[in-house]
């Protein structure tokens, strides 16, 4: 067999549809678009929730209530198996952790979660710990604390 005598499967795949190519296409003139109005045109589309100038559902219902979450705190999460990157004895921070690439951004924290496992003492500091998380970093031999 040779890469350049390889071909798809009978039937497996169809010809793209070459809109506005003469009549003879089925697909040509007007390319599927009908007759006139907005959606005939380039770029011619309503935008989600448009009712045509009528105003929208979404601004005719009242407002009600009080939402959190503009106030609500997201936390960058790391799990305990990915620690055993670190050396032994190393005191693992929220700094050290971006420095590492383990997370992206601080955001509003860091969080540990328990997912893996630990193999290394370790003394991380962070500003969540999942029960699970703190458990299994004891058991190695570490120690955690809350910022």
């Known amino acids: 067999m040779k890469l350049n005598t390889l071909r798809p499967a009978e039937g497996s795949t169809r010809n793209t549809k070459?809109?506005?190519?003469?009549?003879?296409?089925?697909q040509g003139k007007t390319g599927g678009r009908g007759q006139d109005g907005q959606k005939s045109r380039s770029g011619g589309s309503v935008r989600l929730g448009f009712e045509g100038g009528q105003m929208p559902l979404a601004r005719r219902l009242p407002k009600r209530g009080f939402s959190n979450y503009k106030f609500k705190k997201q936390y960058a999460i790391v799990n305990v198996g990915e620690l055993n990157a670190f050396e032994a004895n190393t005191v693992v921070t929220p700094e050290l952790l971006l420095e590492y690439g383990f997370v992206r951004k601080l955001l509003s924290g860091v969080k540990v979660l328990g997912e893996g496992e630990l193999t290394k003492?370790?003394?991380?500091?962070?500003?969540k710990v999942s029960?699970?998380?703190?458990?299994?970093?004891k058991a190695s031999g570490g120690k955690v604390e809350v910022i």
Do not use: F, S
């Open 18 to 26: 070459r809109k506005g190519r003469g009549t003879a296409t089925g």
């Open 121 to 127: 003492p370790l003394t991380v500091k962070v500003n």
């Open 131 to 137: 029960k699970t998380a703190e458990e299994k970093i």
